[in-house]
């Protein structure tokens, strides 16, 4: 069945440090790729998502493209900030459009 | 953007004992529902979809008799966790899609729940 495999945390940064979580997949067809941020205290939100091979997601700065050939999905940020600390989320949709997640990659950017 | 509330935020009960967990969409209906459970440092676990006014949908290995979901109403699902044993200390999250928002899922801020 599909999967998601993230890499794992913490990963801890300085801020203005480049970012780069990993996200590979297992998937059947063509699945839309996400990926969701939960910051402290509140609940998941979808940062950014692609729908089809070599789409670009971008949102807040984040991006992650697409990558059929390497089945991955990895999420980018040039120059992270303190704000940026959370958890973040790989997901992929499965049989029947449910959600399948990855199991998350805490963030903490230290000023 | 949409709110879903869920409350409690984190929950501590004794063996044998139920507890209800709420979720409620605050500015929009929803018609479908989603509980999920995550262990520490595992994935989110789909574990039931609930359409309002009918029964929900439990993934396998799920027991549908120990995690009661109820989707009364177009802006309540209630996920009861009954003779809650230590075993089911978790995080569960709720999650509520709308075709207002273009299908799109939006998710409360999760229960902490802790059998001891």
């Known amino acids: 069945g599909n999967s998601v495999t993230q890499m794992e945390g913490p990963v801890t940064l300085s801020e203005e440090a480049f970012l780069t979580i990993n996200c590979t997949y297992t998937a059947t067809g063509y699945p839309s790729l996400f990926w969701y941020v939960q910051y402290p205290g509140e609940g998941l939100q979808l940062l950014l998502k692609a729908t089809k091979a070599d789409d670009k997601g971008s949102n807040k700065g984040f991006e992650a493209t697409y990558r059929k050939e390497t089945t991955s999905f990895h999420l980018e940020k040039g120059s992270v900030q303190v704000s940026d600390s959370a958890v973040y989320f790989c997901a992929l949709t499965g049989q029947g459009g449910k959600l399948i997640f990855g199991q998350g990659t805490e963030l903490s950017v230290k000023p | 953007g949409a709110v879903v509330s869920q409350h409690p935020s984190w929950v501590i009960c004794k063996s044998g004992t139920s507890v209800k967990i709420e979720c409620r969409s605050l500015d929009f209906q929803a018609t479908t529902m989603f509980w999920y459970r995550q262990f520490p440092k595992q994935s989110l676990m789909l574990m039931a979809t609930s359409n309002e006014g009918s029964k929900a949908t439990y993934e396998q290995g799920v027991e549908k008799d120990k995690f009661l979901i109820n989707h009364a109403s177009l802006t309540l699902s209630t996920l009861t966790v009954t003779s809650a044993h230590p075993e089911d200390s978790s995080f569960y999250i709720c999650?509520?899609?709308?075709?207002?928002?273009?299908?799109?899922?939006?998710f409360g801020s999760g229960t902490q729940l802790s059998v001891l």
């Open positions: 999650s509520a899609r709308s075709k207002v928002f273009d299908e799109k899922l939006f």
